[in-house]
């Protein structure tokens, strides 16, 4: 069994682009549904994602926070094709760019489609304590706020979201995370 220990912040200006090492296209959807999931009918989430050319399979469990069980598998990609026709809700479609900063790899994550405008960055950690020095152009950390989980997103785009949804980072004011 493997343990994701994740954090994820939202990311302002443009400084992380020129740090850039690689960036690749990823396009996923959920076999699940995420209002099944939120509201503890269903216990895990179950992705599909195509990663430029390779495939795969991923189920985490139900939490918020910085620590879940993940489980990921290799498919065909001509299977991951069929089952993203599958998907319950819509598909989120992203550039993935991977920078390297003080010694650890951040995952700044670029939405396009009805998710654009969003950028966030994750960092995996070896330990929830394990301490790390944020970029300067990492911002308000959004790591239990449910509406930025890209399970969410593909049910409720970035797109739909009001104003005061966009500024609002406190999951207390979260209207996914609400019953």
């Known amino acids: 069994m493997g343990i994701e220990i994740e954090r994820k912040f939202l990311v302002s200006g443009e400084a992380w682009r020129s740090a850039a090492e690689r960036s690749e296209d990823m396009a996923q959807g959920y076999l699940n549904d995420q209002e099944a999931v939120a509201s503890g ?13 390779q495939a795969r399979l991923n189920i985490k469990s ?4 910085h620590t879940r069980q993940e489980f990921e598998y290799p498919l065909p990609v001509a299977d991951a094709e069929a089952l993203l026709a599958l998907c319950a809700g819509g598909l989120v479609r992203k550039r993935r760019h991977f920078v390297r900063h003080a010694g650890w790899l951040w995952e700044v994550d670029e939405f396009l489609d009805a998710n654009a ?36 997103l593909s049910a409720r785009p970035y797109a739909q979201w009001s104003e005061d949804e966009r500024r609002a980072t406190d999951a207390r004011r979260d209207p996914a995370a609400q019953g």
């Open 117 to 152: 405008g969003l950028v966030v960055a994750e960092i995996e950690l070896p330990s929830a304590d394990a301490a790390f020095e944020r970029p300067d152009w990492v911002d308000v950390e959004v790591t239990d706020c449910l509406r930025y989980y890209n399970q969410v």
């Open 41 to 53: 009918r269903e216990r895990a989430s179950v992705r599909v994602r195509l990663e430029g050319a």
């Open 62 to 65: 139900r939490a918020v926070g």
